[in-house]
């Protein structure tokens, strides 16, 4: 399986912008569907968004869209995640998730690799 290791969160205040990183290392990383999972406080884990083998498909939770762009350098075996606008409600545990497949499914039973995480955390 792949390795996972992402960087990057941080303490934001509302409005603000971070960049989310995932290094992948031990397997190919073109050969996998990478994403981005959350966990808030209090909440279940919840898919947020992912991108295709190739990078030419995305998808994303209705919440985040037009404030994260996820994207990918197989090049350098690292997938991103840009936030912008940050709110509150964005603060949670950021996880990166991988399978082998052409994109991943929302469903985090079927994610075959997970990273540590990354805390978010958005002041108001």
């Known amino acids: 399986q792949v390795q996972l290791v992402e960087s990057g969160g941080g303490l934001v205040q509302a409005g603000g912008s971070l960049r989310l990183s995932c290094a992948a290392s031990g397997r190919t990383a073109s050969d996998y569907a990478l994403g981005w999972f959350r966990r808030a406080p209090g909440k279940e884990r919840e898919f947020v968004a992912t991108?295709?083998?190739?990078?030419?498909?995305?998808d994303y939770i209705d919440s985040v869209k037009g404030r994260f762009t996820i994207s990918r350098d197989n090049a350098k075996s690292t997938m991103y995640l840009q936030i912008i606008s940050l709110k509150p409600e964005d603060t949670a545990v950021y996880y990166c998730?991988?399978?082998?497949?052409?994109?991943?499914?929302?469903?985090?039973?079927?994610?075959?690799?997970w990273g540590q995480g990354t805390q978010v955390t958005v002041s108001s």
């Open positions: 998730a991988a399978r082998r497949s052409l994109i991943l499914t929302r469903r985090e039973d079927l994610v075959e690799s």
């Open positions: 991108i295709s083998r190739s990078g030419n498909i995305t």
